[in-house]
């Protein structure tokens, strides 16, 4: 058949007017989605909604063999390189994977190799499918030479004046490269790490420019920048996987190898490699990956299993556009697109009003989604989000779904604006917003608007705080439209018999807890300060609080002045604080706690530089095994240190457990401290022996 050929209705009889039109269709529709992803950075649908239409394209031309066509978009790779840059033509194609979502198309993958194999031993390698974008790297004499973009595999784009701004990729390899490898091609993944995703986006909105989509379409434009003084700006960084070819003495045979030696001569290489020998194997590493992978630092779809023999790579070789030595384990999509239904607006414990859209329901991540947080007015605005809009959203792990991008090019014309109500939904008071914020709140106090009454009681039983087992959200709900709690303190007044008298508690339900009411009446002065709700007052600001004045009535009396006396406690903090405590009913929820039973034990004033990690920034990272990461926490904080969410040069110590991705790495880089998790419970123990 001539490769170039069109469909030929003459050779295929049964090939019906209906499957030219829906192969036309979605060749169409496939090629306009290609060139928006790879070539605009403009993508329109999430890349599981792409697969879906690739998948249907090729199912139909599997089914119906005369519909093969060269330009099909099932028999290329990528796009066509841009016109502005330079072409590169790959020595050997760059190549897609073929992937698998299900343990039985993995076991016939691995089947299928072994037949082509015969009695050959075979071990396979697993490592994580990062989300980014493929390059390949050419190194002469050991000096970096040419880097371009995969493009449609076998021509990409030279893109080597913006790689050479990107900090892990060494511009010269270390060690003995240069001698045994005088020509060197090696392929990786250029990506950007989650925590830079973010800070970049916040700094671009700051300054009221456009953020990135996602991190894959933000390292894809990146590296298209025609300023290359752009992509030195952009967090990019690179993992290397695999050899595409080398000259000289080094031949390597298996693929661990590759990628051992690569690390000896200074490219990055992705810790989490594993060499396994079954399906078992493989499997209980994509188990463990997925696991992991919200902890990560950075976007992966999957897992990519690679036989491990470069020889026996080879002998496989490869069909179309796909190697038959190399599969991919797709995970679920954490990105697609929905329609905007509805806005509706939130009020939050501290008046705080918080618009939520509503969306058609939408599988992503593993659970169907409904909602998305829009977080305040200045983020609609800068998405230009319209009811009716087609929009992409995104969630990873727990995280609440956002909404990354509108997808203006499919707005309908009875799109409606979003504006703010000019009341509060709960309780209509005007809603007022401060030029100095961007939040919009509800003017009514706490005891007068529902909602804020309710969302003040959700956070003061909560975990960090009073930490009440089995009063929920649903419950507290009834009790604040039953008119049985207006405040905290009300909680502890309830009765068997009003709560057995509530939907869906039975007698054992309402025993239950009352009794966890009365073990919550001892807590602590820091736990207190922050169940109260004050806004500003995170547990941290609460602990230091707690320490610096030592009992309740010291707090109750102080001035601004005594206020910002606190240790990062500043003009703002202290001023909400000063305010919190100047309405007679908040006093009056602390005299009726105490006068329930509530107790929290006044507590020795302590200099805080004197304790013993005064000024030190901690960073916990991975998983915890022998206690929760909020537990650690409030050891560090009442030991005196700061607990940040993200690494840099002002972190003290780095506390690593298993599945410690980028933080760490950044940790390693900066030449940080790093503990183990049983260095942290020496740490801890031998400071509570010292107390004691």
């Not at 190549?95 to 299900?102: E, G, I, M, R, Y």
């Not at 490699?273 to 493989?282: G, I, K, N, R, S």
């Not at 410690?660 to 049983?678: F, H, P, T, V």
Request: glycine share 8%.
């Amino acid at each position: 058949m001539n490769p170039n050929q069109g469909p030929n209705q003459e050779s295929d009889p049964e090939l019906s007017a209906a499957v030219l039109e829906r192969a036309a269709h979605l060749r169409e529709q496939l090629t306009h989605h290609l060139y928006l992803y790879h070539v605009l950075d403009a993508p329109e649908i999430a890349d599981a909604e792409y697969d879906r239409l690739f998948d249907e394209l090729l199912d139909l031309e599997n089914t119906y063999p005369s519909l093969y066509s060269a330009s099909s978009p099932t028999q290329r790779v990528g796009a066509p390189a841009l016109e502005q840059f330079e072409k590169v033509q790959h020595a050997r194609p760059m190549l897609s994977l073929d992937k698998a979502t299900t343990r039985e198309e993995l076991e016939q993958w691995m089947q299928r190799c072994r037949n082509r194999l015969g009695d050959a031993a075979l071990t396979f390698t697993c490592e994580p499918k990062i989300d980014g974008v493929a390059v390949a790297l050419i190194y002469e004499n050991g000096e970096l030479t040419l880097a371009a973009t995969r493009g449609d595999g076998n021509e990409g784009e030279n893109i080597f004046a913006n790689v050479r701004t990107i900090g892990s990729i060494p511009l010269t390899l270390s060690g003995e490269a240069s001698r045994v490898a005088p020509k060197l091609e090696v392929r990786g993944e250029i990506y950007i790490p989650l925590d830079r995703f973010e800070a970049f986006n916040a700094a671009a909105i700051a300054m009221g420019e456009k953020p990135m989509v996602n991190p894959r379409n933000g390292a894809a434009g990146s590296l298209r920048q025609l300023d290359s003084k752009v992509t030195a700006g952009r967090p990019l960084t690179m993992f290397c996987y695999s050899l595409g070819g080398s000259e000289g003495h080094w031949q390597p045979q298996p693929q661990a190898e590759v990628l051992s030696t690569f690390a000896e001569w200074g490219l990055r290489t992705n810790p989490a490699l594993e060499v396994v020998a079954d399906l078992e194997q493989c499997l209980s590493y994509i188990d463990r990956l997925e696991q992991r992978r919200d902890d990560l630092g950075y976007e992966i779809d999957g897992v990519v299993i690679k036989v491990n023999d470069l020889g026996q790579q080879q002998l496989l070789g490869s069909v179309t556009r796909k190697p038959r030595w190399a599969i991919a384990y797709k995970f679920a999509a954490q990105e697609a697109t929905s329609v905007v239904e509805s806005v509706d607006f939130q009020v939050g414990r501290t008046g705080a009003i918080t618009p939520v859209a509503r969306l058609q329901p939408t599988f992503v991540g593993g659970v169907t989604v409904t909602n998305a947080t829009l977080h305040n007015m200045d983020e609609i605005a800068r998405l230009d989000l319209h009811v009716g809009d087609r929009v992409m959203i995104r969630r990873a792990g727990d995280v609440i779904p956002q909404i990354a991008t509108v997808i203006i090019g499919q707005r309908p014309q009875n799109a409606q604006a979003v504006a703010l109500p000019d009341g509060c939904p709960s309780c209509g008071s005007v809603i007022h917003r401060l030029d100095e914020e961007v939040v919009a709140r509800c003017s009514a106090p706490r005891d007068f608007c529902p909602a804020q009454r309710k969302e003040g009681l959700k956070h003061f039983v909560s975990r960090l705080a009073f930490d009440v087992d089995g009063l929920g959200d649903k419950l507290i709900d009834q009790l604040v439209d039953q008119g049985l709690v207006s405040n905290s303190a009300d909680l502890f007044s309830l009765s068997k018999d009003q709560l057995v008298a509530l939907e869906r508690m039975g007698q054992k339900s309402a025993d239950n807890l009352l009794a966890a009411l009365a073990v919550a009446k001892q807590t602590t002065l820091p736990r207190m300060i922050y169940a109260l709700g004050i806004r500003e007052v995170g547990e941290a600001t609460a602990a230091g609080l707690a320490r610096h004045f030592g009992d309740m009535e010291s707090l109750l009396a102080a001035d601004l002045d005594a206020l910002e006396q606190v240790p990062d406690v500043g003009p703002v903090v202290a001023q909400s604080v000063l305010e919190f405590f100047a309405q007679p009913e908040h006093r009056e929820v602390v005299s009726a706690l105490q006068r329930l039973g509530v107790n929290w034990p006044t507590i020795e004033v302590i200099a805080p530089e004197s304790l013993a990690l005064a000024g030190q920034i901690w960073v916990l990272t991975g998983t915890l095994e022998s206690m929760p990461r909020g537990t650690a926490k409030q050891h560090l904080i009442d030991l005196g240190a700061k607990v940040a969410g993200s690494v840099s040069a002002k972190t003290t110590v780095v506390v690593a457990g298993p599945g410690a991705g980028s933080k760490l790495e950044k940790a390693q880089s900066l030449g940080l401290q790093i503990l183990s998790e049983n260095d942290l419970l020496a740490l801890l123990n031998q400071h509570e022996k010292e107390v004691t």
